[in-house]
């Protein structure tokens, strides 16, 4: 079962798990190629997060009508695409991870409270909030050169959070569940070629720079691009940049992929 044309791709969120959020990069991304996407979240009972969300990107890749998929993660959702790729190497013909942790990232004293004690620690969390957005606000500056259009982003950005809030008790189950699986052995089972995608060092204040890279020594064969002037948004910030990149990447791809299909 193949498609002719671009190679369709799947557009897994971040920790936050709303594909809302991703909306202009989502966009642009549509302008090329067929895209699917969902937003992350865990049936009651489902013990295994990570084998649900496998099953959702199998669902999604039949939708699509296809065999074989692009498949990007987004931050947190780097770990899931990853995760997959190691899984489904039949399925997944190409691999994008933006701005995602390493498997073998540790959490900041901070990060560690809120994933043990997400709802102790509720009352604190306008405070986490704020500085969220302080650590995003330099990077807006950066990418977007005009304050009408800061403003429109920040108003548009800032409606999706709002319609689409994130729930931490949900995020630290499933940072619980990363922390206690060996992800890293994912790595060394991945066949897809891989890509890896950042912002700017100095403005991804959210998952070091670093950490991204280190997925250039965990899956073999791997490549790496920046995204300039942004950090850790910059796929909605500059959505037409970030999916220049992701095409960029799989181009070449593309046209083994129509032969084939033809």
């Not at 901070?110 to 990077?139: G, Y």
């Not at 304050?147 to 959070?161: E, I, Y």
Request: some cysteine; proline content about 7%.
């Amino acid at each position: 079962m193949t498609t002719a044309g671009p190679l369709p791709v799947v557009l897994l969120p971040g920790i936050q798990g709303h594909w809302e959020w991703m909306k202009p990069a989502l966009a642009a991304l549509r302008e090329t190629r067929d895209v699917r996407t969902f937003s992350l979240t865990v049936e009651d009972g489902q013990s295994d997060p990570f084998a649900q969300w496998v099953g959702e990107i199998d669902r999604a890749i039949d939708q699509l009508g296809t065999d074989r998929v692009v498949v990007v993660g987004v931050s947190f959702g780097g770990l899931v695409a990853m995760h997959y790729a190691a899984t489904r190497p039949e399925r997944t013909a190409a691999l994008v991870l933006v701005s995602a942790p390493s498997p073998r990232m540790t959490l900041g004293q901070s990060e560690a409270l809120l994933v043990t004690r997400p709802l102790t620690l509720l009352p604190l969390f306008p405070l986490f909030a704020w500085r969220a957005l302080a650590r995003l606000l330099p990077e807006v500056w950066t990418a977007i050169e005009t304050w009408p259009g800061r403003l429109r982003f920040l108003a548009s950005h800032g409606w999706q959070v709002v319609r689409h809030p994130m729930y931490p008790w949900k995020s630290a189950r499933w940072v619980r569940e990363w922390q206690a699986r060996d992800l890293a052995a994912d790595c060394a089972r991945i066949q897809a070629p891989t890509h890896i995608i950042t912002g700017d060092d100095h403005l991804d204040q959210v998952v070091p720079t670093s950490s991204t890279r280190d997925y250039l020594s965990l899956i073999p064969g791997s490549t790496a691009a920046v995204l300039t002037r942004t950090g850790h948004i910059g796929l909605v910030s500059k959505p037409a940049a970030f999916a220049a990149l992701v095409n960029e990447f799989i181009h070449g791809l593309d046209d083994s992929w129509s032969r084939r299909s033809a």
